[in-house]
């Protein structure tokens, strides 16, 4: 299998498992290791071909909240008008009354980035990832600094 292969089916995989059609509150963008990449993270260019990014958006607003849950497999199933209007009302409380918004994209993200592990491993191969909180302040600006302003990177899967 091809390494472009194994990027589509890795982004294949996301679209299909992700619980919602809508609006995601984060991008994941995979590409072949250049040499930007190489230079912050030294090492990497012998082991592993592509990045992975996996992304939450920073101006990512209530409308979009609501398109996201309006779009979700679970709203979506076959019920009652008034059990919809309850699931959208119980998971807007919760989104920004409990968590808040920043921590439910971040939520999003993780599951996100299982995924991608997951997919990963079971096409045969061993990822390499990480947080990107968990890098020196340098190397997460240097990485920053490679990626679309606007969304604020949460990991990196080497592959």
Not at 42 to 50: A, L, T, V
Not at 56 to 78: A, C, F, G, R, T
Not at 95 to 124: A, H, P
Request: with cysteine; glycine share 4%; aromatic share 10%.
């Amino acid at each position: 299998m091809k390494d472009h292969e194994i990027v589509d089916q890795i982004l294949e995989r996301i679209r299909t498992l992700y619980p919602s059609y809508g609006i995601a509150p984060y991008s994941v963008s995979a590409d072949a290791i250049s040499e930007p990449v190489i230079d912050i993270l030294p090492g990497i260019q012998e082991d592993f071909s592509h990045i992975v990014s996996i992304s939450v958006w920073n101006d990512y607003d209530k409308q979009e909240v609501i398109d996201y849950l309006k779009h979700s497999k679970e709203y979506l199933s076959p019920s009652s008008a008034e059990r919809m209007e309850h699931f959208l009302s119980q998971n807007l409380n919760k989104i920004y009354n409990e968590l808040g918004v920043t921590s439910w994209k971040i939520l999003q993200s993780d599951m996100v980035f299982g995924l991608v592990i997951g997919c990963v491993r079971s096409l045969g191969h061993e990822p390499l990832s990480f947080r990107v909180t968990d890098l020196l302040p340098e190397v997460k600006k240097q990485l920053d600094n490679l990626y679309s302003t606007g969304l604020t990177l949460q990991y990196i899967v080497l592959i």
